[in-house]
């Protein structure tokens, strides 16, 4: 099976993933952050080159998605192709980042892949309120993501229920987070599990 975490910034995601795995045994898959050869040319000169950072990030996605298709193992995987293209390309687009005709060439590329590559099994998407995810970015304290605007997780967080309710195709359940504390409390994953159990092995998932 193939299980993927998604949420906007700080909303939980790598967190719950870990949490998943130990649980159920799954095979975590975390986006590799660590290089990217655009990332430096990117924040210096945002239009020139958000075309090249997306296609190198759309590349990287369809290499894991392809590992995990070939998986004979349960993985988790934090963010997925889709968000990629969907919430974060489109925002760059919505920004004038990304031209029209970059971006549908863009998207072509994308739509090429999907032709191969089947959807996840479940996607659980995490929910969460501007002040609830600002208040976990602060928590966790790196830098690069203290100067995040309010309007660029606004952005984030429309693109996401767009995606999310009026895009995407496979098989979703939505847990809103704001209130839980997965992490800390055992009662509030012990919610989680529940629902993904149901959505997973029950005769009737609950929503």
């Given at each position: 099976?193939?299980?993927?975490i998604?949420?906007?910034?700080?909303?939980g995601?790598?967190?719950?993933?870990?949490l998943?795995?130990?649980?159920y045994?799954?095979?975590?898959?975390?986006?590799?952050?660590d290089f990217n050869p655009y990332l430096?040319?990117y924040?210096?000169d945002i239009?020139?080159?958000?075309?090249a950072?997306?296609?190198y990030?759309?590349?990287?996605r369809?290499?894991?998605?392809?590992?995990i298709?070939?998986?004979?193992?349960?993985?988790?995987q934090d963010?997925s192709?889709?968000?990629?293209?969907y919430?974060f390309a489109a925002n760059?687009?919505?920004?004038?980042?990304?031209?029209?005709r970059?971006?549908?060439?863009?998207?072509e590329?994308?739509?090429?892949?999907m032709?191969?590559?089947?959807?996840?099994?479940?996607?659980i998407?995490?929910?969460?309120?501007i002040?609830?995810?600002?208040?976990?970015?602060?928590?966790?304290?790196?830098?690069?993501e203290?100067?995040?605007?309010?309007d660029y997780?606004?952005?984030l967080?429309?693109l996401y229920d767009?995606?999310?309710?009026?895009?995407y195709k496979?098989?979703?359940?939505?847990v809103?987070v704001?209130?839980?504390?997965?992490?800390?409390?055992?009662a509030?994953l012990a919610?989680?599990?529940?629902?993904?159990d149901?959505?997973?092995?029950?005769?009737?998932?609950e929503?």
């Open positions: 099976m193939h299980i993927v998604a949420g906007n910034i700080g909303s995601k790598t967190t719950l993933t870990t998943l795995a130990r649980h045994g799954w095979i975590p898959k975390f986006e590799a952050v430096e040319d924040y210096r239009p020139r080159w958000s075309f950072l997306e296609v990030f759309l590349k990287q369809f290499k894991d998605i392809l590992d298709s070939r998986s004979d193992q349960t993985v988790i963010r192709i889709f968000e990629g293209v919430v760059n687009h919505a920004m004038g980042h990304l031209d029209d970059d971006f549908h060439c863009y998207m590329l994308f739509e090429s892949m032709s191969v590559v089947r959807t996840p099994d479940l996607m998407y995490l929910r969460a309120s002040p609830h995810l600002v208040s976990n970015i602060q928590k966790r304290g790196r830098d690069y203290q100067q995040i605007q309010l997780l606004k952005n967080n429309a767009d995606f999310i309710y009026h895009h496979g098989r979703v359940l939505t809103d704001d209130q839980l504390d997965f992490l800390d409390r055992r509030d919610k989680i599990l529940h629902l993904i149901s959505h997973l092995f029950g005769l009737f998932p929503t």
